[in-house]
């Protein structure tokens, strides 16, 4: 966790729920201790994990105070890495409620949600968003479209990122993309094909 993170996050109320519950004095300490976390941008392990994910989910919040989470999806490497404190993605056409851009208009930051299921890893980002509508940006908007990907855009969205925090990996139930289990069967489809030819073969000089 980087200071800049908890400095943002660790409210008056949290901390009032902190000490609570008892775990006020660990993140002094972790504050006292380490001086040397505040945001510089993001490593090569945050930057590697973002370009390898296929989706994740954002959190927006409107002029009321309403929290809102969408899911963002696409091709791994869809949310790219523009600079070390910047990412960027093509944002896709939906079903047209325009919720999370709507509050983004009113209040910029967002809070974003990273899940390797597999690995069970989550890394979380505060970032405040840029909306840029495709057709005045539209050599922005082609930069960020995967190719191939046929889905239109209609905006380039543009996260300024101002912290991070990996979460442990407690609680989070692992999952497997179809990919990914592809990956993980692989050497049991090559043995059940070899054993195939092999019974294939004995079949053959038994006729």
């Known amino acids: 966790m980087t200071k800049t993170f908890y400095e943002k996050m660790f409210t008056d109320s949290v901390r009032q ?13 972790i504050a006292s201790r380490d001086r040397s976390t505040i945001f510089e941008g993001l490593r090569d392990a945050e930057k590697d994990f973002v370009e390898t994910r296929d989706g994740f989910y954002m959190s927006t ?5 309403q929290p809102y989470i969408q899911f963002r999806g696409g091709p791994p490497g869809f949310l790219k890495i523009l600079d070390d404190r910047t990412l960027g ?13 709507g509050n983004l208009g009113a209040n910029n930051r ?3 949600f990273l899940m ?10 505060l970032a405040r968003v840029e909306v840029r509508d ?10 960020l479209q995967m190719p191939g990907y046929k889905a239109k855009v209609e905006r380039a969205m543009i996260l300024h990122v101002e912290a ?14 179809i990919d990914e289990i592809k990956v993980m069967i692989a050497p049991l489809n090559e043995h059940i094909a070899k054993l195939e030819s092999e019974i294939s073969e004995l079949k053959s000089q038994i006729n």
């Open 164 to 177: 991070f925090d990996w979460n442990c990996p407690q609680h989070i139930t692992q999952r497997f993309t």
């Open 134 to 143: 495709a057709i005045e940006y539209p050599d922005l908007a082609s930069n």
């Open 61 to 65: 919040v409107n002029e009321d105070g």
């Open 110 to 112: 967002a809070a974003l």
């Open 17 to 29: 729920a902190q000490e609570h519950y008892g775990s006020r004095k660990v993140f002094e300490k």
């Open 89 to 101: 993605f093509a944002d896709f056409r939906g079903n047209l409620q325009y919720i999370s851009v």
């Open 116 to 125: 390797d299921y597999a690995r069970r890893l989550r890394l979380k980002i």
